[in-house]
């Protein structure tokens, strides 16, 4: 194994969580990772895959294990011109890749606010989400294929680059968003479509209070409008972006609606807003990506105010919006904290940050957050996945939605894949599961 | 058992195979779904649910099984205004959830062409396609959530009715396209977007030869024109749809291309059609409305013809349509068969429609056809599954594009979720499986 290059040192993630792995291997081709996997099964040792630490749920946490950083194979191997898909090594930068399939006429829809450090590898593994997602999902609709090393050594390829395939069972749609759990990815097919042609306008609204801006959501919906984008930031985030990032956005609390529309619904909208805003900005161009892009980094913003932040990711049902920002408002009074919220507002997907220092019991609190989303027929996770911080969620939400046996399934699939238990495992599925048996 | 409304009798599928059930059950909720998958699994009888009879692949083929005649649990239980589902029974008809979600401003994509026939239920199962495929995909992208009956008689909801979900191993679409080969469905979620804004031309042309098509669909591609549909039939269909449903179509060899695009597109379409085609159609609302139905017919035309029909349903790269063709009328030539082609040319989908009576050895034919997707990376089924017809090219199509493991993981799932084998035992993975390790 010493002829794969590899060195022993501590890392830390995105949330500030300690990584203590054995030792660090950097392979350079599918073949060394099929050596580490191997070396890995015969001891029995955890094995977890490094793209750029972006993870926000702990997936990573890793004492001992040995941890495959995929610096190395940042390739973007082929992009498609006919066929319509971006064939990729896991630890390109997904930024890279946008600009890449840009450059050719094309568009790759999900994004993730991390999307200018994070790789393919992580968000194809978290199947992670984005402010697009409102109208065009989350990586999960977008991956056609994977080539995995499973924990027995063998590389298969899952999927396949087509836009129609009934070929078995669905299988890709397993791994994606198996957070590293069944096999490590070691290439991806990403589906790609032509830039859209319709012209958009961007409207930047300051609103008048929280109600008015689920009443505005909720009214869209009912109107049958879909935005390409309908994000929120609140208040405590415009202060923020401010402070840390000379945003130079107008302090409101009641905070701002970023949403982007087609032409043809901007009169709509503008009729929704009418006398729920305090101020209104209709921007296109560059502008309007100026904007895209303040918003897109509202969690640098957050880290940069503290390094201790726990960052929520609950989904309620659209219709349930109002009653879930009720829950989230009465949780500060009561605890006296603050939760700067940032919210896909468009697909009820809602990140209210818990800024650890300031709270007590931070784990209680976070908690009693994703339980709002179990009430309310929602779910503790839209896009950043469960790892081993929502493991227990994750079992509430089952147990109360889908029943025991769901997890059962799900934890055998687990067993089928990973009999030997070395994919980053006592996480995710199985650290639920246990938590079900206790 | 006798208070749930049974018969017994012969029954025929589609495609003409019969069915000889030991019994007919039409239960009339999920409770009498539990009783009767309890009652065969005692027995080790083999359940097979039944919603139109519109499976083309075989996989309703049952002898001595216990039938579920899905009739009576045909509601549609709820259209959700604001986030944007709609709910149903496995028994209702796809064309009435089309209008019922129409009447309300809504639009449900996948179309099969058995539309008007077909069941929910059914089109979910065997996560069925469709005209509109090329655009939105099919059934397994607009499926968010499923209650179904375990084969241990448990209900459970798999999957969540939100459009962001993270809440664990993405097992929806393991349901969606298991072709009943993992529990009896009884519920379904469906997502629906808004009723799209964008004005459409229809396009219809008859092409100078089959070459001449496979060039406009590449040159669409590499122009990066998405469009709502792009349909193809060849002049036997144009044909038999003259014969048996008068349809008014001008006979010519070369087909007929029928191209849905936005009205930003249609200069470049036109320019790309130039000097390919015979004659040229464009037509909007009612007339195109008309183009769409008769498209959609093609089969029922096919069936007139000859009730002893094998559709073939291969999916091809686009880069490799041409090759494609060329191979299918190579076969023709050779075995002098007709093969009316009917084709969702956007997404290399095609049916060449084997006519049985006009050729000697049918399957093996079917199975040469099969081959060609395999060869040149295609998928040997994009909507209509495997049943038990092509288990085979299955087999064949795992090994050489996606490895054995795959195979070993999809039989090792069925056998976690139906460890009793009475789910339509015997096909699809199952019976690759075996043929594999024969």
């Known amino acids: 194994m010493d002829e794969i290059e590899h060195n022993v040192e501590e890392r830390e993630d995105f949330t500030g969580i300690k990584l203590r792995p054995s030792i660090i291997y950097y392979p350079k081709n599918e073949e060394e990772v099929v050596k580490i996997v191997n070396y890995a099964r015969e001891r029995r040792i955890p094995v977890i895959s490094w793209g750029a630490g972006t993870s926000l749920s702990g997936h990573l946490k ?11 194979m940042n390739k ?8 319509w898909y971006v064939r990729v090594q896991p630890g390109v930068n997904l930024e890279k890749v946008f600009k890449e399939v840009e450059s050719k006429g094309f568009f790759l829809p999900p994004d993730p606010a991390s999307f200018f450090l994070c790789t393919v590898g992580g968000a194809t593994a978290n199947s992670s989400g984005g402010m697009r997602g409102v109208k065009y999902g989350s990586f999960r609709e977008w991956v056609l294929a994977v080539k995995v090393v499973l924990p027995n050594g063998h590389v298969v390829k899952v999927g396949e680059p087509l836009r129609k395939n009934r070929g078995g069972y669905d299988l890709v749609h397993l791994f994606v968003g198996s957070e590293g759990t069944l096999g490590v990815i070691t290439e991806i097919w990403l589906r790609l479509i032509p830039k859209p042609r319709e012209p958009t306008e961007t409207i930047l609204a300051y609103m008048r209070s929280f109600e008015d801006t689920a009443f505005v959501i909720t009214e869209m919906r009912r109107r049958k409008i879909l935005p390409d984008l309908a994000e929120y930031i609140d208040g405590d985030i415009i ?20 949403i982007v529309v087609g032409k043809d619904a901007v009169k709509d909208m503008l009729d929704i807003l009418q006398g729920r805003t305090l101020e209104l900005k209709i921007a296109e ?35 349930r919006l109002t009653d879930a920002i009720i829950k989230l408002k009465e949780i500060e009074r009561r605890e006296n904290v603050r939760m700067p919220l940032i919210a896909h507002i468009g697909d009820g997907n809602l990140h209210p940050n818990i800024i650890a220092d300031t709270v007590k019991e931070p784990e209680k ?3 009693e957050v994703g339980r709002i989303a179990i009430d309310m027929g929602g779910s ?46 006592d996480k995710y599925v199985e650290l639920a599961y246990k938590l079900m048996n206790e």
């Open 76 to 83: 973007i191997l082929e992009i498609n011109d006919i066929d």
């Open 365 to 367: 609190l976070f908690e």
């Open 239 to 258: 202060r923020l972006l401010n402070k840390h990032l000379n945003a130079d956005l107008k302090e409101s609390d009641g905070g701002a609606l970023l």
């Open 62 to 72: 890793c004492d001992g294990c040995i941890l495959i950083d995929m610096k190395y």
């Open 285 to 319: 161009g560059e502008e309007a990506d100026e904007l895209y892009s303040v918003r897109a980094k509202a969690v640098l913003a957050l880290k940069a105010e503290s390094p201790n932040i726990i960052v929520e990711d609950i989904v309620v049902p659209i219709s």
């Open 380 to 425: 503790v996770s839209g896009e950043h996945g469960i790892g081993y911080q929502k493991a227990n969620l994750l079992k509430e939400q089952v147990l109360k939605h889908n029943g025991r046996d769901v997890l059962e399934i799900m934890m055998q699939i687990k067993r089928v894949i990973d009999p030997y238990d070395i994919m980053n495992p």
